[in-house]
């Protein structure tokens, strides 16, 4: 999974502010974001831990920036003790971690923008929105994946799969457990998505009332 952090900073860095980790996996396009009462190292680590008990699959590598809040010694050696593995991006290179940066804008400045959150009010908030943003785009989102690309002079062709939510992308897939694949189909019979939005739109109304 790429993983990366959005700032809730609004027009500046100064003090503290909440942040989203967004974690997208590469194969599916699952993504999970998470809210984070402050930008640290430990708060991170915890977070990634909660994120794997979420996860239809087995979590086997996160690709990272160089933030001093994913290279570090605590997240280091919590990969290497539950064999995960743990790579970076090149300084400067953006579109090495292309799939999250696109999720922190299509699921997570999209849905609740950029103001400035850093109270825990917010951070409540903040949280029960994503509860159902992430079974919003993860059951009921199609997303395209790209297939090929190729350059014929000056253009560039580019070549998609069909349409499909992260959900079926696992339900199609052969290592995932059946265990694994009825427990989010039971999940999946019981959602609504006309309900979810409604809940998130309802969150994001109350977030903004009270947003700086």
Not at 106 to 112: A, G
Not at 120 to 130: M, N, R, S, T
Not at 160 to 171: E, L, N, V
């Given at each position: 999974m790429e993983i990366d952090l959005v700032a809730h900073c609004g027009e500046t860095t100064e003090g503290q502010y909440l942040n989203t980790l967004t974690c997208t996996d590469i194969c599916t396009g699952w993504?999970?974001?998470?809210?984070?009462?402050?930008?640290?190292?430990?708060?991170?680590?915890?977070?990634?831990?909660?994120?794997?008990?979420?996860?239809?699959?087995?979590?086997?590598?996160i690709d990272s920036d160089n933030g001093s809040e994913f290279i570090n010694n605590l997240l280091y050696r919590y990969c290497q003790d539950e064999k995960i593995t743990f790579t970076r991006s090149r300084p400067y290179k953006k579109n090495?971690?292309?799939?999250?940066?696109?999720?922190?804008?299509?699921?997570?400045?999209?849905?609740?923008?950029?103001?400035?959150l850093e109270t825990?009010?917010?951070?409540?908030?903040?949280?029960?929105?994503?509860a159902a943003l992430r079974l919003y785009v993860n059951f009921f989102q199609p997303v395209l994946k790209l297939q090929a690309k190729e350059r014929l002079g000056n253009k560039?062709?580019?070549?998609?799969?069909?349409?499909?939510?992260?959900?079926?992308?696992?339900?199609?897939?052969?290592?995932?457990?059946?265990?694994?694949?009825a427990h989010f189909m039971n999940l999946y019979l019981h959602l609504n998505p006309v309900e979810l939005r409604c809940r998130i739109d309802g969150k994001v109304a109350q977030l903004w009332k009270i947003a700086p």
């Open positions: 993504t999970e974001p998470i809210a984070l009462p402050r930008r640290t190292q430990q708060a991170v680590c915890t977070a990634i831990q909660a994120m794997r008990q979420e996860l239809p699959f087995a979590l086997l590598g090495d971690q292309a799939h999250v940066e696109q999720k922190n804008w299509s699921v997570v400045r999209h849905t609740v923008g950029y103001d400035r825990e009010q917010e951070l409540a908030l903040l949280e029960d929105i994503y560039v062709i580019r070549r998609y799969d069909q349409a499909t939510t992260p959900y079926q992308r696992i339900m199609k897939r052969q290592d995932i457990p059946l265990q694994t694949k």
